[in-house]
């Protein structure tokens, strides 16, 4: 018997703002999260830019913790904590053994490994930090949440680059979905902001160049001056519940998560393709049960890389044909920037506040719209008072796995 | 110069968040809720701040004066010049 699945929490941490209220305001108005890079060696990239969290882990965690947790688990941790908080799902012994945790972590803890080379080659060092094991393992943060919260039924990490987080929120509804499960912890995070990272993307050609006149407006998806994407850091997570039992507690219902589209594109290691993309978005409104004419808003992968905003347009014209033009559809990643393994999450956050607000948040930096990119973008300014019930969230990786979640808010 | 134990202190209050009056000779790591992980992690800064290698199976500490002796004794056998790096 397959059940329903609501999400009854939300928990970020972002380029754009560390609450939910907060990054939903800055999205809408527009602010981007991407400037100049922050660390001592920016002055040796060719490109200076990203979009950082301002995070400072003194302010959520203990001593210890931030001593022993590799960044990406400390914002992990602390929008899994806003989750929970805003669901309050208070479960009991045994509902603990029914409620398990999937977070997406393309990297793990990409600045411990970096600092530990630092100190093993560069500066000689005959020992490293006793816990270095643990703050570079990639389940750490899924562990952490699991036992922050008691929670003892699945706990899985899910690595498919951008699209971790996606999948990880996509499996997840099909453990509480099909009953193996009643409670979810899903998302995912990623900080891999390191002087090597910079580095590999930088000589991968894939990074956007500064905006001459001002870094923030860097990122410039479906543009025809594009370049490339912004390297973005950040985490999110969602709660995942049985409908039944959010109902009777009266949970905050942000929606009911209704579709999974899980494809590979086995084709070509980074270039996307557009038949992996379609039959992924294909899949989840099948899965829906719903025809691309129910689908009011889509929150594109967008990455502002010349090929994927050039594939997902005509990815979405394959499946949704001629409604293609009629759907508002948006790459926030111009503001947050490419938060790589948290993206799936933050961005499937980013359309259920589209149902929330019955707003869509823009595309910035769209002054100059490529031809062949012609769909509707929402250039530049959010849009308030759209009728938003039902929503998409693309998410395509390196390695070609595309991921698409579809959410329906909630009838009266 | 300070004694091995108002080091061993501050190091605890730098590393974690406990009261000052938490942290007294005879206090158990049980009691400061120290597992034998956080022993193991803490150990590396002990070899940092006294300049000393702790072998591996040598640190069984139960109270902070246990730690105190410890140190004090891998101080003499390793011949370090006890001297504060602060």
């Known amino acids: ?412 | 110069m300070a004694t091995t134990l108002e080091r061993l202190k501050q190091l605890f209050l730098a590393h974690y968040d406990y009261k000052v009056e938490q942290v007294t000779a005879t206090t158990t790591l049980e009691n400061l809720g120290l597992d034998s992980l956080d022993i193991i992690d803490f150990m590396f800064d002990i070899e940092n701040e006294f300049n000393i290698r702790i072998p591996d199976q040598e640190f069984r500490v139960r109270t902070i004066q246990d730690m105190v002796d410890a140190v004090d004794r891998f101080i003499s056998e390793q011949n370090i010049e006890s001297s504060s790096h602060h």
């Open chain 1, 1 to 412: 018997m397959k059940r329903r699945v609501a999400v009854t929490g939300l928990g970020i941490i972002s380029p754009c703002g560390n609450d939910i209220d907060d990054f939903s305001s800055n999205l809408m108005a527009g602010k981007s999260g991407v400037r100049r890079i922050s660390s001592a060696y920016s002055s040796l990239l060719s490109v200076k830019i990203a979009a950082e969290v301002d995070f400072n882990p003194f302010n959520y965690f203990t001593k210890r913790q931030v001593s022993t947790m590799d960044r990406v688990n400390q914002f992990a941790l602390a929008a899994a904590s806003q989750a929970w908080k805003d669901s309050e799902p208070s479960l009991d012994a045994k509902e603990k053994e029914r409620a398990g945790v999937y977070i997406g972590c393309g990297m793990g803890g990409g600045s411990t490994i970096e600092d530990l080379y630092d100190h093993l080659f560069k500066h000689n060092a005959d020992r490293v930090k006793p816990l270095t094991v643990l703050m570079v393992m990639n389940n750490a943060s899924a562990s952490y949440i699991s036992i922050e919260y008691g929670l003892s039924g699945p706990c899985l990490t899910l690595s498919t680059a951008c699209a971790s987080s996606a999948n990880a929120i996509g499996e997840a509804f099909r453990q509480v979905r099909d009953g193996y499960v009643d409670v979810m912890l899903a998302g995912g995070a990623e900080a891999f902001m390191t002087y090597g990272g910079f580095r590999s993307w930088e000589s991968l050609r894939v990074l956007a160049v500064e905006d001459p006149e001002d870094p923030s407006k860097s990122c410039k998806p479906f543009s025809n001056n594009r370049s490339g994407f912004v390297l973005g850091e950040g985490a999110a997570v969602v709660v995942l519940e049985e409908m039944e039992r959010a109902v009777r507690r009266g949970a905050p219902i942000y929606a009911e998560l209704i579709g999974y589209g899980s494809t590979s594109d086995a084709g070509h290691i980074t270039r996307p393709s557009l038949e992996g993309q379609a039959r992924a978005m294909a899949e989840a409104l099948k899965e829906a049960g719903l025809s691309p004419q129910d689908i009011d808003y889509i929150n594109a992968h967008g990455t502002a890389t010349q090929w994927n905003d050039l594939l997902e347009t005509q990815a979405i014209k394959k499946v949704f044909d001629d409604y293609a033009c009629k759907i508002p559809i948006s790459s926030t990643k111009s503001m947050h920037g490419h938060t790589m393994g948290a993206a799936g999450a933050i961005e499937f956050v980013v359309s259920l506040l589209a149902i929330k607000n019955q707003a869509v948040p823009p595309t910035i930096n769209l002054d100059q719209p490529d031809p062949e990119c012609d769909l509707d973008y929402v250039p530049n300014i959010g849009r308030k008072g759209v009728k938003v019930n039902t929503v998409m969230s693309n998410a395509f990786a390196f390695g070609g796995t595309n991921a698409v979640l579809i959410a329906r808010k909630m009838e009266e």
